[in-house]
């Protein structure tokens, strides 16, 4: 018998979701067969795939997996027993002093005590309690040799701030959020990450909520436990996470306050994905991005963006469709003018930062700023400004729009 306690990480997740989570080498069909065969069990009642695990729920598995140790089935047989001494103990304790209604085969031990780790004794106490993981310090995956190398980015992590149940981290620029085509194995955000949690010693790999495109920089929510993690996505996707963006554009923009509300429209190419704007077909999703001129510039202005949608490049795709491009921008950009800021300015890359990020999290409102990285704040530094006059007479004509 497989035994394994439910903790923060699995709580509210359906019991098949789980076992895959938990036994990633099993194959699907082997978890269908012993739930049908009524070989799972939890809390000592018969289980069903759709069932809903809670914090502190008690897995038992009367099969032997491939690939659970030996020596974890030698374990789990030996809780198993101690378990039921204990159990069958305290009822006899309880008849006998007549201050307990426990029947046979409940326990009044508290859940968080009676779990155990593969290849350790059982836990008897709170602080041991860490999920199903082999140990706090490894998640069963061998690292190659270039992901190796590559375990300097933990060690760099620009961390925001930190958290029991989060992380936010200001992500540089040319660095992957995860990883994928174009990406070398071990140079993404999210792989550094599971680096930091190894060294950290968490049970959990640490999880991106939200992603940003490579060329871009700036704050990104990470969930250091399943909870928050399903948590932080679900506020997400209802909105309830404000994120804000500095991105410096081409010209002036004729309002100092507006929306760009158009539909976006994934295209797939042997080049790279891109996003069209304002058609309106049933492949097309809704976008709608919020700007405010921070500071209007001789031929530029450097503007404060409020994303309602997430839509993949979006407030790239959107400017650009205004006639007014992210500066750096080399997939939607004015290729002549981003030339002419490498050689100039010293830009060599996406004018886009993800600045500040606002959400409520558990009653306690939360804003995070993080300020342009000192390559983008160069830039800005050799604008000039445009006369006051001239952005006061932008404001009130703004205004009267």
């Not at 009367?62 to 198993?80: H, P």
Request: with cysteine; hydrophobic share 35%.
């Amino acid at each position: 018998m497989i035994t394994r306690q439910i903790d923060r990480n699995f709580a509210n997740m359906r019991l098949d979701r789980f076992l895959r989570k938990a036994f990633p080498e099993e194959s699907l069909s082997v978890f269908f067969s012993i739930i049908r065969k009524k070989k799972v069990r939890v809390n000592g009642v018969v289980a069903k795939a759709n069932q809903m695990l809670q914090e502190g729920d008690l897995v038992n598995i009367y099969e032997n997996f491939k690939s659970v140790s030996e020596d974890e089935k030698d374990m789990s047989r030996t809780q198993s027993a101690q378990i039921k001494a204990e159990v069958e103990a305290a009822y006899q304790a309880s008849q006998e002093s007549g201050a307990s209604s426990l029947e046979p085969g409940a326990s009044s031990l508290e859940p968080q005590n009676i779990i155990s780790f593969p290849g350790t004794a059982p836990a008897r106490d709170k602080s041991a309690v860490t999920g199903f993981a082999k140990k706090k310090s490894t998640w069963g995956k061998t690292l190659s040799g270039a992901e190796k190398q590559s375990n300097w980015g933990a060690r760099e992590l620009d961390i925001v701030i930190q958290t029991e149940d989060y992380l936010v981290v200001n992500k540089p620029s040319g660095l992957a959020s995860q990883p994928g085509s174009g990406c070398k194995p071990g140079e993404s955000l999210v792989e550094y990450l599971w680096e930091w949690g190894r060294q950290e010693q968490l049970d959990f790999r640490p999880t991106i909520a939200h992603r940003l495109d490579q060329e871009t920089s700036g704050m990104l929510l990470v969930a250091l436990h399943g909870d928050t993690l399903r948590d932080l996505t679900r506020m997400i996707r209802e909105h309830e996470v404000d994120k804000y963006y500095y991105a410096l554009v081409k010209g002036n923009l004729d309002k100092d306050r507006g929306t760009i509300n158009e539909k976006l429209t994934r295209t797939d190419a042997a080049k790279g994905s891109k996003m069209k704007v304002g058609q309106d077909d049933k492949d097309a999703k809704e976008a709608i991005t919020h700007y405010r001129v921070k500071q209007h510039y001789i031929g530029y202005d450097l503007v404060k963006i409020k994303l309602e949608t997430g839509r993949m490049h979006q407030i790239r795709a959107h400017f650009a469709s205004i006639g007014h491009p992210l500066l750096g921008d080399s997939r939607y950009g004015d290729f002549a003018l981003n030339r002419e800021v490498k050689k100039e300015l010293g830009l060599h890359r996406l004018f886009l930062h993800s600045c500040r990020l606002e959400f409520d999290w558990k009653g306690e409102k939360k804003v995070l700023d993080c300020p342009l990285p000192k390559e983008l704040q160069a830039v800005i530094d050799q604008l000039k400004r445009k006369p006051y006059e001239r952005q006061e007479n932008n404001f009130q004509r703004s205004r009267r729009r």
